[in-house]
């Protein structure tokens, strides 16, 4: 894995950049990512161009041994380009303008923004492309962050109208696929179609699905825009895009089909706050962030990058966005660079190299201070550079043993149409991964799509579409399955299945969801000894063939078996859910074992790491070869099995 730092050399005097790049160089860093901001300094005016600073810092990058990861700067188009062209800004929700001041003010639906992408990447593309130095180009940077991927602008509604019509063909078929019989909904032609915000209370369900599947089709559009003009200036070099953490607004595995590589950006103690955790959770991983947080999207993301990925921003130390910016315990930077290296990263760099003493971002830290002096992460950094050297070459991560089939249309359906108000498909997909990953379990993310050929053990946490494809893959890829509620739930068109759900599921198991019910904080409903159901519950018709392996004191079916397939009618505390994920892949001939709520372990070849996000040492039955033993709180120690 190579480590790399995100720099900005045009936010400094130039009088800094060489000492930068030397030190980099010693620190055990071997690239840059830059450029990503730079647009105002690229071309200060329209059609005036000023390469020369960036010419001097990809050099001078060069010449210190120091690959480079560039930018595309559209994430940031200036101020002259918005006075041109007033309609290339977003419009929230709300239809308020989103004007400039800050970034990714542009309106992903915007034909006239889309060109001027293209125009400056195609002019970076030209002039960088062939760079010695330049290894990777990065698009724009982070689609949809600040809420940016829904915009209501009249180009986004001009497309959805085109959208519509490509999708359903003539406008009875849209009036019969979204039910618009009920309330008088019909339309007349897809020109009446309004975006699904500002009605007197919810607009239709499937207006809003279409429109968050219109809104993720405009980013792919536009990614794949930028990605043609890298690919013919910049051969042989990767395309990558850095997603976010929690986000879900776009099909990232689409997008992800369109790059080389997928990379994120990791803020585990910034995304802790806002992930869905208990506040004792927030407060006892408050400076290492949750044990499973990082670990989820290292492996989602390699999934969206069908199994290319890096971590192309790391923090450092406190950030500046969250609701609160609490410091990184002493060692969790050396953490997670290691559990990037777990999970088969091929790069991590920082965000950022130096502390900025002005802007948006002056409360965040970097590897240096504004003083230019360390700051604290550097020593991790200096850490976890000289064990990678120690370790050498790394063997390849391989398949885990359990898949977690995640997709972003169930996030959004259940959205759509939550029935329940903390309902919510990431959560409950994070909840589960955390369940698998607590008994020691290899886990895979993936796509609804995927092969799964080779896995012992599927979950399906809230697949809300099972399709033809996927439930043929079920049936024959011979791995034991665990469904939780709502799956299959949905049409495409996003109506009750004429069968009831768990539509694709029958043919494994044969049951019917005859009616749900959702459960305010606070409710919960006893499973005898073996747990309790909080949220959402379902009554369960069991047909011949099936087991009920639990039930409610109520009555009613709750862990329903039939051979390799098992269904959950509710959702379950986390001990039970343990318990069945446990007892379905033991019946798949996988060995599991309670790591305890802090412990986590990762397999990698024959390479065994163990991450202690705990406030305890944990001791270790052999003597690791990186780390100590016992293993510190905020501690990794990695051995050879
Ligand atoms: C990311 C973003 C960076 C910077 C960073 C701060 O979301 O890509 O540009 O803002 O957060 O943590």
Redesign the pocket.
């Known amino acids: 894995m190579k480590l790399g730092v995100c720099w900005y050399p045009e936010q400094w005097p130039e009088t800094l950049w060489a000492s930068d790049v030397q030190r980099m160089a010693a620190l055990g860093l071997r690239f840059v990512r830059i450029g990503e ?1 730079a647009w105002s300094r690229i071309e200060p005016e329209p059609g005036r161009f000023d390469w020369g600073w960036l010419d001097r810092a990809v050099d001078l990058a060069h010449a210190a041994g120091l690959q480079v990861v560039m930018g595309t700067p559209t994430a940031t188009p200036p101020k002259w380009l918005v006075d041109a062209h007033p309609e290339i800004l977003a419009r929230g929700r709300d239809g308020q303008l989103r004007g400039f001041g800050s970034r990714r003010h542009y309106c992903f639906s915007s034909d006239v923004y889309l060109e001027q992408a293209k125009r400056i990447s195609a002019l970076m593309a030209a002039r960088y492309g062939q760079h010695p130095a330049v290894v990777a180009w990065q698009t724009d ?2 689609y949809g ?1 600040h809420d940016t991927v829904v915009s209501t602008s009249d180009a986004a509604k001009a497309g959805f109208r085109r959208w519509l019509a490509q999708r359903h063909g003539d406008v009875a078929t849209l009036n019969a696929a979204w039910g618009l019989a009920f309330w008088s909904q019909d339309y007349r032609s897809f020109d009446a179609v309004d975006a699904p915000f500002g009605t007197v209370t919810e607009s239709h369900p499937a207006h809003r699905l279409d429109w968050q599947r219109y809104s993720s089709a405009m980013v792919e559009r536009f990614n794949a825009a930028q990605v043609a003009i890298l690919r013919a200036e910049s051969p042989g070099r990767d395309i990558v895009h ?1 997603f ?1 953490g929690l986000f879900t607004e776009f099909d990232h595995y689409a997008v992800g089909r369109q790059l080389d590589v997928a990379t994120w ?1 990791s ?1 585990p103690i ?1 995304f802790l706050g806002q992930g869905p955790f208990s506040a004792a959770d927030k407060a006892r991983y408050l400076r290492t962030g949750h044990p499973d947080l990082t670990a989820f999207h290292h492996s989602l993301y390699r999934a969206c990058g069908q199994g290319r990925w890096w971590v192309i ?1 790391q ?1 450092p130390g406190p ?3 969250a609701a609160w910016n609490p410091a990184p315990a002493k060692g969790a930077v050396e953490l997670w660079g290691w559990e990037a290296v777990a999970h088969g990263a091929e790069r991590m760099s920082w ?1 950022r190299w130096r502390q900025a003493p002005t802007g948006q ?1 002056a409360m ?1 830290a970097g590897l240096n201070r504004p003083d230019n002096q360390p700051a604290a992460a550097w020593g991790e950094v200096a850490a976890l550079a000289a064990g990678l050297a120690q370790l050498g070459p790394l063997p390849p991560r391989g398949r885990a043993d359990a898949a977690l089939i995640f997709d972003y249309e169930s996030v959004w359906q259940v959205a759509s149409q939550p029935q329940g108000r903390d309902q919510d498909a990431l959560a409950t997909a994070m909840a589960w991964h955390t369940a698998a990953r607590r008994l020691g379990l290899g886990v895979d993310i993936v796509p609804p799509d995927a092969d799964l050929a080779g896995y012992k053990l599927v979950l399906l946490p809230m697949q809300v579409v099972v399709d033809d494809g996927l439930a043929q893959r079920l049936a024959a890829c011979g791995a034991h399955v665990l469904a939780g509620p709502r799956t299959g739930s949905k049409t495409r068109d996003f109506a009750i299945p004429a069968c009831l759900p768990p539509d694709g599921l029958k043919a494994l198991i044969n049951i019917t969801v005859a009616r749900v019910e959702s459960l305010p904080p606070g409710i919960s409903l006893a499973a005898g000894n073996a747990g309790r159901v909080t949220g959402w519950m379902e009554d369960v018709e069991a047909g011949s063939g099936v087991d009920i392996r639990a039930g409610l004191d109520d009555g009613r079916g709750l862990w329903f078996q039939a051979g390799r397939c098992h269904y959950l009618a509710g959702q379950v505390d986390d001990g039970l859910l343990r318990r069945i994920i446990a007892d379905a892949a033991a019946a798949a001939g996988l060995a599991v074992a309670d790591l305890g709520p802090d412990v986590r372990v990762e397999r990698r070849g024959d390479l065994r790491l163990l991450f202690n996000y705990g406030h305890t040492p944990v001791d270790l039955p052999v003597s690791p070869i990186i780390g100590v033993n016992p293993v510190p709180p905020a501690g990794v120690a990695i051995w050879k099995e």
């Open positions: 901001f940077n982070e962050c850095n976010m950006d803020y910034g921003e923090q950030v500046n966005w965000f971002e965040h």
